[in-house]
């Protein structure tokens, strides 16, 4: 499924003054808080002019969504990079113990490249500390498009009678809320700690398997 996002109305600009500000917006943003971040500070930590700032982001508002919206885009080419590699159709995966050890394989590889990753835990917080400021990441493409990817697959295996999935889209939430938001959830120090994301990823898999795994192959 192919999904287009918002149509920037700024001047898109040189891609590596994109990044610059965008890395400079993020870094500021996370240590003084977007109320206290002044677009001059943002300009001179990206090493550009206050006017390329606003070209490119409008105002302080479209620089943070720029920001969550940068996260977002990485964090969907990991996911379906992730996906591509151990949950594809080219695998043979014919039973739910297979499938188990598939996803415990991307669960570990997301948790590796995805939770660890300090632009998308940035993100993270910053959407959490400033919600109201972004009313457009209600129901945004990137959402779906993340959504989309896990939701696929779980119509895939359960059309291969491997998982009890009668709504893939529901089932993809469950996935996702015992796993990635699970280690969201944890603190700081914990959340960085290969081990531990290690271990409450293959404990939601676990979960997960154990709820939606056919009754004939669950773990009693």
Not at 149 to 178: N, Q
Not at 194 to 206: H, K, S
């Amino acid at each position: 499924m192919s999904t287009e996002l918002p149509h920037k109305t700024v001047r898109e600009g040189q891609a590596h003054k994109r990044e610059s500000i965008l890395a400079a917006a993020r870094d500021l943003f996370v240590q003084s808080g977007v109320d206290r971040t002044s677009m001059d500070a943002v300009a001179a930590r990206a090493s550009v002019s206050k006017r390329t700032v606003y070209d490119y982001y409008g105002d302080k508002h479209g620089l943070l969504l720029g920001v969550v919206e940068n996260a977002g885009e990485s964090a969907l080419a990991i996911l379906r990079e992730a996906t591509a590699k151990y949950l594809s159709d080219g695998l043979t995966i014919d039973t739910a113990k297979e499938l188990e050890q598939a996803l415990s394989q991307f669960a570990k590889a997301l948790g590796a490249a995805l939770l660890t990753s300090s632009n998308y835990v940035a993100a993270v917080k910053l959407i959490a500390e400033n919600a109201a400021m972004l009313p457009e990441l209600e129901d945004h493409p990137l959402d779906v498009a993340h959504a989309d990817v896990i939701s696929e697959r779980m119509e895939h295996f359960a059309g291969l009678g491997l998982l009890e999935a009668g709504d893939p889209r529901l089932a993809a939430e469950h996935f996702t809320a015992l796993t990635t938001l699970r280690i969201l959830n944890e603190p700081a120090g914990r959340r960085g700690d290969p081990e531990t994301v290690r271990r409450i990823m293959m404990d939601g898999v676990r979960a997960f398997m154990r709820a939606y795994a056919p009754r004939t192959s669950a773990t009693p």
